[in-house]
């Protein structure tokens, strides 16, 4: 998977925590249960006892499957019992038996699938989580909410050359990307944000994947030079990974790339963008872009062919009007 051991010891503690959870929880529960209802207690003394005797029988010999079939009998009907006397008082064998948070596995990461041992859907997720957490380490990713975009920044008045007024075209990209966090899936359009700078597409941007990080999906936001840097040095340096950045942006559930094009061009960077690009298109798994230039200038740091795909791909957010930042300020 190209996971480094940091990132996979961080998901299996997250996923042994889970499961000590559930069972201190699960103790808990018993404990107040059997203090409220001692019989409960005596009923699952009686179907251990039935185990017990069942070891037993195997080791003394005899009528072995004869005797198994008998006390297999009894531990059904005591098991019967217990669930109607616990149904009785207001509760069910399952306020008994720890509450994992994965159904699968039990929180162990692992299950058996055709006589084989398989990394559970939900370690998979952390793993993701966890790597994304480590690229993530130093992105700006909880400074922008939709909570703190201003529309009042954005001029009212239309300019002829535009459809709408800066204020209106933001109006209607707001209500767009919060509909998109709103909505998020795995294979969700991707977004192509175009426009000067200091007009809110990182806001934006950000302010989604705020919110799609709190239902639990994996997201990654980078600059394109960062992005490339980071590729580069995973590419050639000998030094030893932390973790795959190559492999991590496109597990990911959303990547968010800033600044297409700014990066410092070379084969090797328009190759990395491009197969990354490629490979999540062909995975149908969303990125958002944003970019500062000219669909003229991407295509000549690119090609008219690798531009056109992307915007084919995505939902194409133009911005336009005066650097918000300087009325900020």
Same mark, same amino acid.
């Given at each position: $998977?190209?996971?480094?051991?940091?990132?996979?010891?961080?998901?299996?503690?997250?996923?042994?925590?889970?499961?000590?959870?559930?069972? %201190?929880?699960?103790?808990?529960?018993?404990?107040?249960?059997?203090?409220?209802?001692?019989?409960?207690?005596?009923?699952?003394?009686?179907?251990?006892?039935?185990?017990?005797?069942?070891?037993?029988?195997?080791? @003394?010999?005899?009528?072995? @499957?004869?005797?198994?079939?008998?006390?297999?009998?009894?531990?059904?009907?005591?098991?019967?019992?217990?669930?109607?006397?616990?149904?009785?008082?207001?509760?069910?064998?399952?306020?008994?038996? +720890?509450?994992?948070?994965?159904?699968?596995?039990?929180?162990?990461?692992?299950?058996?699938?055709?006589?084989?041992?398989?990394?559970?859907?939900?370690?998979? %997720?952390?793993?993701?989580?966890?790597?994304?957490?480590?690229?993530?380490?130093?992105?700006?990713?909880?400074?922008?909410?939709?909570?703190?975009?201003?529309?009042?920044?954005?001029?009212?008045?239309?300019?002829?050359?535009? +459809?709408?007024? +800066?204020?209106?075209?933001?109006?209607?990209?707001?209500?767009?990307?919060?509909?998109?966090?709103?909505?998020?899936?795995?294979?969700?359009?991707?977004?192509? $944000?175009?426009?000067?700078?200091?007009?809110?597409?990182?806001?934006?941007?950000?302010?989604?994947?705020?919110?799609?990080?709190?239902?639990?999906?994996?997201?990654?936001?980078?600059?394109? +030079?960062?992005?490339?840097?980071?590729?580069?040095?995973?590419?050639?340096?000998?030094?030893?990974?932390?973790?795959?950045?190559?492999?991590?942006?496109?597990?990911?559930?959303?990547?968010?790339?800033?600044?297409?094009?700014?990066?410092?061009?070379?084969?090797?960077?328009?190759?990395?963008?491009?197969?990354?690009?490629?490979? %999540?298109?062909? $995975?149908?798994?969303? $990125?958002?872009?944003?970019?500062?230039?000219?669909?003229?200038?991407?295509?000549?740091?690119?090609?008219?062919?690798?531009?056109?795909?992307?915007?084919?791909?995505?939902?194409?957010?133009?911005?336009?009007?005066?650097?918000?930042?300087?009325? @900020?300020?």
């Amino acid at each position: $998977m190209g996971y480094s051991k940091k990132v996979r010891d961080k998901a299996a503690e997250i996923i042994r925590e889970r499961h000590m959870k559930a069972e %201190r929880d699960c103790d808990f529960r018993r404990d107040m249960l059997f203090e409220k209802l001692p019989e409960a207690q005596e009923y699952e003394r009686k179907i251990a006892s039935c185990a017990i005797e069942a070891g037993r029988a195997v080791v @003394k010999g005899g009528d072995v @499957k004869t005797e198994l079939e008998k006390l297999r009998v009894k531990s059904l009907s005591l098991q019967t019992e217990y669930e109607q006397f616990l149904a009785e008082h207001g509760y069910s064998i399952k306020d008994t038996e +720890p509450d994992y948070f994965c159904k699968k596995c039990n929180d162990t990461g692992y299950v058996e699938l055709d006589n084989r041992t398989v990394v559970c859907d939900c370690l998979k %997720r952390t793993l993701v989580e966890c790597a994304c957490d480590e690229l993530n380490r130093s992105s700006p990713l909880s400074l922008c909410t939709f909570r703190d975009f201003k529309l009042e920044y954005y001029s009212d008045v239309k300019d002829d050359e535009y +459809p709408r007024s +800066p204020r209106a075209q933001m109006r209607n990209h707001l209500d767009f990307c919060l509909k998109y966090a709103e909505n998020f899936r795995k294979d969700s359009k991707s977004i192509f $944000m175009k426009g000067k700078t200091g007009l809110g597409k990182t806001h934006l941007s950000l302010s989604i994947a705020n919110e799609i990080i709190k239902k639990g999906f994996g997201v990654i936001y980078v600059s394109a +030079p960062v992005l490339v840097s980071q590729l580069e040095n995973e590419r050639f340096s000998r030094d030893n990974k932390e973790f795959s950045v190559e492999q991590t942006v496109l597990d990911c559930d959303l990547l968010i790339i800033d600044d297409l094009g700014t990066e410092f061009t070379t084969s090797f960077s328009t190759t990395a963008i491009y197969n990354i690009f490629n490979s %999540r298109l062909l $995975m149908k798994k969303p $990125m958002i872009i944003n970019t500062n230039m000219s669909l003229q200038e991407l295509e000549k740091t690119y090609n008219q062919r690798f531009v056109s795909r992307v915007i084919g791909e995505a939902v194409r957010l133009d911005f336009y009007g005066d650097d918000i930042r300087i009325k @900020k300020k």
